[in-house]
């Protein structure tokens, strides 16, 4: 069973909003902490946004380079975990991937987490 699956990139002009999806596998849907990096061609991969959720409740986070523009959410009853992202710039472009870890802590550490999504680029044109 592949542990995490995104979906919802494309092309989009800037300005414009996308939403991503990973799906949660069974085995992975006890973990507290999710998140969503990205990395664009010649750069590190960093962090986006990250959650930690306890029963109906949850504390989120997301970088300085996109707050007040995307949004990271986890719909525990669907086993997904999203992100929104409005204001689209072309300095958003990269492949996104969400992610997961054991434990009771979340950072922004990406060798923190064991289980990765394969990907879903996102392409924002001038």
């Known amino acids: 069973q592949v542990p995490l699956v995104e979906s919802g990139g494309g092309s989009v002009q800037s300005g414009g909003s996308l939403r991503l999806s990973c799906a949660i596998s069974e085995f992975l849907r006890d973990r507290l902490c999710m998140a969503w990096f990205r990395q664009a061609p010649g750069k590190e991969r960093e962090g986006v946004g990250i959650i930690i959720s306890s029963g109906n409740a949850a504390k989120t986070n997301v970088a300085d380079s996109v707050k007040g523009r995307f949004t990271i959410s986890r719909d525990n009853a669907k086993n997904t975990l999203y992100l929104d992202m409005n204001m689209l710039r072309p300095e958003d472009t990269s492949m996104y991937y969400c992610?997961?870890?054991?434990?009771?802590?979340?950072?922004?550490?990406?060798?923190?987490?064991?289980?990765w999504g394969q990907g879903t680029q996102v392409t924002v044109s001038p």
């Open positions: 992610a997961t870890r054991n434990g009771w802590e979340c950072d922004w550490n990406l060798r923190n987490y064991a289980y």
